[in-house]
């Protein structure tokens, strides 16, 4: 028998239904996995770090010497970010929602990341005092410094605004690097997803879970010779 339009129609839906429950199952799994992975390495991670920074300390080296102390700084530090990544990814909790303010959150967050003297930074003028889990709010903003950073090469302009309307906060995120083609954009979000030779493409998905944990949203206006900017909304939970 020949199955109606209806039919076929009704049959795709279901096949949809069990990929997206079939690729649920798959994260699921390699979340619990990288979680225990991540963690378990933290710790002789740690040591290792310690080791090379009394190494490096103790300065009584050759100039070679040194400068293999610091490439295995920088890999260790390589290797610190992307487990932060893969934890962040796996345990986005907003625990503690408690009185915040941007500019603690900012300036938290921009004492984390170096900035070099090539990029201009534009942080807001007017402060917005707010309640939100500061934790997992500078998770959210790491992250997207640390995107804009990597699309403007460490040499451009890096713009933070932000303001309150009808009762929500809006902060916007703007770099004029070299925007998006208009294939990637509907991507960026999904986790593992990345155009970057050591990314982990987990960044924005955990951006979007900890602002939508807040009740708010995260969306990207960009195109190809445009740059960048990232709008996060939060709702204006006034502080008391
Ligand atoms: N500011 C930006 N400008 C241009 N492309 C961006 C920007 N931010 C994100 N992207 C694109 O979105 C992708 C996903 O970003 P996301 O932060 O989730 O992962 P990632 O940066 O590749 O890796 P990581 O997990 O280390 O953050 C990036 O690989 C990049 O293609
Ligand atoms: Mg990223």
Known sequence: MIPSVQQIIELERKLAVMEDNL??????AIGELSARLA???RNPLSVIKTSI????SKGDVDAKTMEMYERMERAVERITYQIDDVLNFVKPRVSSLKNTSLDEILASVLARI???KTVVMT???KNIEFVG????LEI???NLITNALQAINNSGEITISADVQNEKIIIKIHDNGPGMPSDVVPKIFDPLFTTKQTGTGLGLTSCKTIIEQHGGHIEVESAVGKGTTFVVTLPYRRII
Do not use: M, R
């Open 23 to 28: 690729k649920k199952e798959k994260l699921f």
């Open 39 to 41: 963690h378990d390495i």
């Open 53 to 56: 920074n009394i190494l490096v």
């Open 114 to 116: 170096e900035i070099p």
């Open 123 to 125: 942080t807001p003028t």
């Open 133 to 136: 889990d500061i934790i997992s």
């Open 140 to 142: 959210v903003f790491v």
